[in-house]
């Protein structure tokens, strides 16, 4: 296995069902002359404190997989945002029953946010902020369940 | 541009948000509603993910001539006294308000004129620093930013649903914000710091950030039917290390345990 795909199969330690490829955070992996090899992340929001067992995750993962020197170093620019998140993530968040993002940035009209498990439109939102750092708190009118949503950033 | 000086700055503002954060999560497990908890508690932890990016930064910058004087992010956020913090007065006071006594329970709607004061000023700052001459102040800014335009927002709403609610809540909300008022001034206050830093293009002048500042805010508290308080009393000497008596408390809270144990990780 290439030291990129061990890497790219991490999973998110707090949504489980999305890599951290899917998610958007992977910037690099580059293998050093020496055989160490240098990945390179960015994190979703500043005080994500996923962050540490992201680093603690790709190192398992590189030593599994037979890369056992590695460093994970943080890159900031360009800062992270939901339209990073893959076609297969997005997928891989509404199978879970998490609504992904729309798109970040000014839009002229809201898009509705449609319920993952029922697929209504007809939705409300009751918390800005949700069970983590990325996401927001809303409840579906139709089915009456509540779900989470990756908010864009 | 000597590293000295943005060192300095990145330090003022890094203060600003660790102690932003340190104040927001006192209200962990204590706040109204359970939303509202975990709305607070993730305010605080965008805070303290800047502090950290910014303090590293002053402190990597501090060991730029002489390596031996750099300091890592926790050397400076549990290492120093109150006098060596260079955050500004309105992030430190009690949760409770300017005149409360240490201990007393926080005001919910003092918490939220002061996120309010301290999200719009940090949105509008960040946005200028994202356009930074220096690489590293201007990519914090560039992701601080985005995150804290949702904090302005959260206290937007708050302001707004309280201020134009009961009678009740209006004159709670207006108390607050007449309370805060005079801590703001602080924000926007030049020195020669700031002056050389504009100059280089490293950073804006605070004075040029009120006007800004003012359009928000002002429209806020016209939706909230509040009033704005007359400018008068400016109480100023936070990035000077001249706080007030709320910060020595603070801190002893929020360094007590690596002072105990120094170096300690788990």
């Known amino acids: 296995m290439s030291a990129r795909d061990a890497v790219a199969a991490v999973v998110d330690p707090e949504i489980r069902v999305i890599t951290i490829e899917e998610l958007g955070i992977l910037r690099d992996v580059s293998e050093e002359p020496g055989g160490t090899v240098r990945v390179t992340i960015t994190p979703t929001y500043s005080g994500c404190p996923a962050m540490d067992v992201i680093r603690s995750d790709i190192r398992q993962a590189l030593a599994d997989a037979g890369y056992p020197d590695s460093e994970v170093v943080t890159q900031l620019r360009p800062a992270w945002s939901t339209d990073m998140i893959s076609e297969s993530g997005r997928q891989a968040l509404a199978t879970a029953g998490i609504a992904p993002p729309t798109p970040a940035g000014p839009v002229l009209v809201p898009l509705a946010v449609r319920c993952p498990r029922c697929g209504s439109p007809d939705t409300e939102e009751l918390s800005r902020f949700g069970s983590t750092a990325c996401k927001s708190l809303w409840r579906c009118r139709a089915c009456a369940e509540p779900f989470d949503r990756v908010k864009p950033l | ?266």
């Open chain 2, 1 to 266: 541009m000597t590293a000295d000086l943005v060192a300095g700055y990145a330090l003022r503002i890094g203060d600003d948000a660790l102690i932003a954060a340190q104040r927001l999560a006192e209200w962990s497990a204590r706040a109204p509603e359970m939303e509202e908890d975990i709305a607070l508690s993730n305010i605080a932890l965008d805070q303290l993910g800047v502090a950290r990016s910014l303090l590293s930064y002053a402190g990597l910058l501090a060991g730029a001539d002489d390596p031996s004087a750099a300091r890592d992010e926790d050397a400076l956020a549990f290492g120093r006294d109150d006098h060596e913090f260079r955050n500004c007065l309105l992030v430190e006071l009690p949760n409770a308000g300017p005149a409360a006594a240490p201990g007393t329970p926080g005001d919910f709607a003092v918490t939220m004129a002061k996120l309010l004061f301290v999200a719009t000023y940090q949105h509008l700052l960040y946005e200028r620093l994202s356009a930074s001459t220096d690489e590293q102040l201007s990519a914090i800014a560039g992701k601080a930013r985005k995150e804290s335009a949702y904090h302005r927002d959260h206290a937007t709403q708050w302001t707004v649903r309280l201020g134009d609610g009961t009678p009740y809540s209006h004159d709670r909300m207006q108390a607050a914000v007449d309370d805060l008022w005079p801590y703001t001034h602080e924000l926007f206050t030049d020195d020669p710091l700031t002056r050389g830093l504009a100059a280089d293009g490293v950073g804006p002048t605070p004075s040029a950030l009120r006007e800004p500042w003012l359009a928000t805010v002002d429209l806020v508290l016209s939706e909230a039917t509040l009033v704005r308080p007359v400018d008068g009393w400016a109480p100023t000497g936070g990035r000077d290390g001249r706080h007030t008596e709320h910060l020595s408390y603070l801190l002893a809270e929020m360094q007590v345990l690596h002072r105990a144990h120094p170096g300690a990780s788990w």
